[in-house]
């Protein structure tokens, strides 16, 4: 079992940063490819970004392409979403996602709100 905890959301101007982080419990956290998705109200929820379990690889949505990054840190059992050049198309809820087939857990969400 693996229990994630969504932190940094709130209030960002359009043009402005924000930095995600989601932490994991348990000790095979490295084993897990992270991801980052997002919901926005009356839409299904969408992909954001993803990172393989050790960091080398990483995928990202057209939408968010060049304008988030996201990180891991294993030691720390965290997943980072780094955003920038934010959008009010970008508010959402972000959730966090921890998948090793065929099992994959979600946190409770972080709400996003970029105003124009």
């Known amino acids: 079992q693996v229990q994630l905890v969504e932190s940094g959301g709130g209030l960002v101007q359009a043009g402005g940063s924000r930095r995600l982080s989601c932490a994991a419990s348990?000790?095979?956290?490295?084993?897990?490819?992270m991801g980052w998705f997002r919901q926005a109200p009356g839409k299904e929820r969408e992909f954001v970004a993803a990172?393989?379990?050790?960091?080398?690889?990483?995928y990202y949505s057209d939408s968010v392409k060049g304008r988030f990054t996201i990180s891991r840190d294993n030691a720390k059992n965290t997943v980072y979403l780094q955003m920038a050049s934010l959008k009010p198309e970008d508010t959402a809820v972000y959730y966090c996602?921890?998948?090793?087939?065929?099992?994959?857990?979600w946190g409770q969400g972080t709400q996003v709100t970029v105003s124009s």
């Open positions: 348990g000790r095979t956290f490295s084993t897990y490819t």
């Open positions: 996602n921890a998948e090793s087939f065929p099992v994959d857990y």
């Open positions: 990172i393989s379990g050790r960091g080398l690889s990483a």
